[in-house]
């Protein structure tokens, strides 16, 4: 397919039913999987090799069958543990199709099945093989991407911890430090409420009445738990407490009001790259929970954004996400931002102004008369990100001249996409349908669980990213064929269609347009 080149300014669009699979009865039986899997061969050697690597120099030689492809359909089944979908899955039919010659003992599934958490690394390299195929077959995916995160709990538990001399007004008493359920819309508004900056480190206390294996920093150590089968635990800070828990990996976060705990999880960040054209992910990356939102979003950008060798032109999220450090970071690699405004501190005011560079809407002044401009240019050579423009009704005859000013000055305000163009606001207005692929990714495939029904029994980090990783596996396969870009697969997905801003640029433009008559920039209409 042909398209124009894309620029920062091209309109996003998407392709309904790209990843609609509840409509495709076919796509959620395991043999359809299977075959679906099949038709990529490379990807399924590629795995059965990097799984055969880890095998011992010597000991008996392994039963055939190909262990990825099991996990694959095991992810997919709904199901959260092995057991019991070992239990439902005795059909020899099924096990003949993944290579099997006879149905393999529970004990041998589980041992293979978590050996390939060795491999999760290799799983993701398999999902941005099947990624780049559909940039190839089509250069809008990938072109725009919306950015969020969510918890995704262990299934280890936080103890509560503190010693006497501790500071806790709580010892010796039931303190509740279980994940709290609460709903979606205010863990949102919770989580873009949360301070930037991680808490400062506080001392670690001697008096712990425990073998102590090893310090992981002032705020952490490995200790032994347990009686007769004695276990290591992390014992580590968490605001003014001290918890222990058996999963080494998880950490905890709370939301607080005040001083009242509103919401608390022990586990992880999932943090998810959605694709704007089709609503697949391109990247699903898995951090503890005391990891900072712009430190996992670099991380997620280079290291998974990055090696696809895709060039992403737009980057939507929530207000989590506006922060001076994200738009550096997007700025600086040529990336338009589209997030909400969010107060940098309290002394902020609560909805965006401007200042004699920038009006409200971050768009530069003129710099001879104060007018509004129109944008000509932008560059991030060097990583200076540097905009370029004129003076939209030149007054004097240095308007006439082509101006500049650096992104630097203020990153939130000074974008390389202006707020006035269709682009920024479709994706702005957009980003709320894409907040839903969270809930997607769990029912379909269990990733980022967040409470005990979806939960694995299985604790540490490895085991979540593998989930995720092999999730994008079957995604990608599924709208490869669904979009008709494999060798055998027939589009039945619908036309493509430009997104919809909601009315958000004609607020925008009305807003400027009584500006210019009155002379003042209307209220209500500075945080656009």
């Known amino acids: 397919m042909r398209t124009k080149a894309l620029t920062m300014y091209t309109p996003p ?10 409509t495709d009865e076919e796509l ?44 694959l359909t095991f992810i997919t089944s709904r199901v959260k543990d092995i057991q019991p979908w070992y239990q439902r899955n005795q059909d020899f039919d099924f096990w003949i199709a993944c290579g099997f010659d006879r149905i393999p003992s529970y004990r041998l599934v589980h041992l293979r099945l978590t050996e390939l958490e060795g491999i999760a690394s290799t799983f993701t390299d398999c999902a941005k093989k099947l990624i780049k195929m559909a940039h190839q077959k089509e250069p ?117 009001r005040g001083n009242v705990k509103v919401k608390m999880w022990n586990g992880y960040y999932q943090f998810e790259i959605i694709d704007h054209f089709t609503m697949a992910p391109i990247a699903s990356w898995i951090e503890p929970a005391n990891m900072q939102e712009p430190e996992i979003y670099e991380r997620a950008f280079e290291g998974a954004v990055a090696d696809l060798g895709i060039k992403p032109l737009i980057v939507a999220g929530d207000r989590g996400f506006s922060v001076n450090r994200i738009y550096k970071f997007n700025s600086a690699r040529g990336v338009a931002s589209a997030f909400p405004y ?32 129109r944008q000509t240019g932008f560059s991030a050579a060097g990583k200076l990100p540097r905009l370029w423009f004129k003076c939209s009704l030149p007054i004097k005859p240095e308007c006439q001249k082509t101006q500049t000013i650096s992104c630097t000055i203020a990153p939130r305000f000074l974008l390389p996409l202006w707020r006035n ?86 607020n925008i433009l009305n807003a400027r347009a009584r500006r210019r008559q009155t002379g003042l920039p209307p209220p209500g209409t500075l945080a656009a």
């Open 342 to 373: 969010r107060r940098a501190s309290a002394s902020e005011p609560k909805r965006r102004t401007g200042t004699a560079l920038y009006d409200e809407h971050g768009i530069p002044r003129c710099k001879y008369c104060s007018g509004e401009t």
């Open 140 to 256: 809008r995916v990938g072109a725009w991407l919306h950015v969020d995160s969510t918890e995704a709990e262990t299934h280890a538990r936080a103890h509560h911890d503190c010693q006497e001399g501790d500071p806790c007004t709580t010892r010796g008493k039931k303190s509740d430090l279980s994940p709290s359920p609460m709903d979606l819309s205010v863990v949102r508004e919770l989580r873009e409420r949360a301070a930037e900056d991680a808490p400062d480190a506080a001392k670690v206390p001697t008096h712990l009445g425990y073998t102590q294996l090893e310090l992981e920093g002032e705020e952490a150590m490995r200790i032994i738990k347990g009686g007769k089968r004695p276990r290591i635990a992390l014992r580590r800070k968490v605001a003014d407490h001290w918890v222990w828990c058996y999963d080494l990996d998880a950490a905890v976060r709370a939301y607080t």
């Open 13 to 22: 669009c998407t392709l309904p039913g790209a990843t609609r699979f509840s």
């Open 421 to 506: 163009e269709i682009a920024y606001t479709a994706m702005r207005a957009s980003h709320s349908n894409y907040e839903a692929k969270h809930s997607a990714l769990r029912i379909q495939y269990g990733v980022g669980p967040n409470n005990n029904s979806i939960r694995p029994k299985r604790v540490g980090i490895a085991w979540q990213r593998l989930r995720a990783a092999a999730a994008m596996i079957v995604e990608w396969a599924r709208v490869l064929r669904r979009a008709g870009w494999d060798a055998v697969g027939r589009a039945v997905t619908g036309p493509v269609k430009l997104t919809k801003d909601g009315g958000m640029l004609d």
């Open 28 to 71: 959620g039986d395991p043999f359809t999987l299977i075959n679906l899997m099949k038709s990529h061969p490379d990807i399924l050697n590629e795995l059965r090799q990097a799984a055969a690597g880890r095998l011992p120099a010597r000991g008996p030689k392994r039963m055939p069958g190909c262990w990825p492809l099991v996990y």
